[in-house]
């Protein structure tokens, strides 16, 4: 039974940093595109990033561009999203979810297998 599970979330200071994983299990990462994204309270979800099978990275929010990172462990069966430089609009309920289509498209249709989410919390 596929199962993915977010971790690392938290409450950090702005300026902080924080390291999500996404581990899955009952399928395998490297055969998908797996997108990151979050809703924030009172807000829509949004996409955070992206990354394909051939590992091309796309990130959708021009304020996370270099504080953001995306990346993936295929001996793990994990993907990373590395943020840094954090914002109190940062705060949200982050979600790891897989493509089937193995390359990265905007917005959320055709992301099958979802996480249920780990919560980031930026204040002071």
């Known amino acids: 039974q596929w199962q993915f599970v977010e971790s690392g979330g938290g409450l950090v200071q702005p300026g902080g940093s924080l390291r999500l994983s996404c581990a899955a299990s009952?399928?395998?990462?490297?055969?998908?595109?797996i997108g990151w994204f979050r809703q924030a309270p009172g807000k829509e979800r949004e996409g955070v990033s992206c990354?394909?099978?051939?590992?091309?990275?796309?990130y959708y929010i021009d304020s996370e561009k270099g504080r953001f990172t995306i990346s993936r462990d295929n001996a793990k069966n994990t993907v990373y999203l590395e943020m840094n430089s954090l914002k109190p609009e940062d705060t949200a309920v982050y979600y790891c979810?897989?493509?089937?289509?193995?390359?990265?498209?905007?917005?959320?249709?055709?992301?099958?297998?979802w996480g249920k989410g780990t919560l980031v919390t930026v204040s002071s």
């Open positions: 979810a897989a493509d089937p289509r193995r390359q990265c498209f905007p917005g959320d249709y055709g992301f099958t297998y």
């Open positions: 009952g399928f395998t990462v490297n055969y998908y595109a």
């Open positions: 990354i394909s099978t051939f590992n091309r990275t796309t």
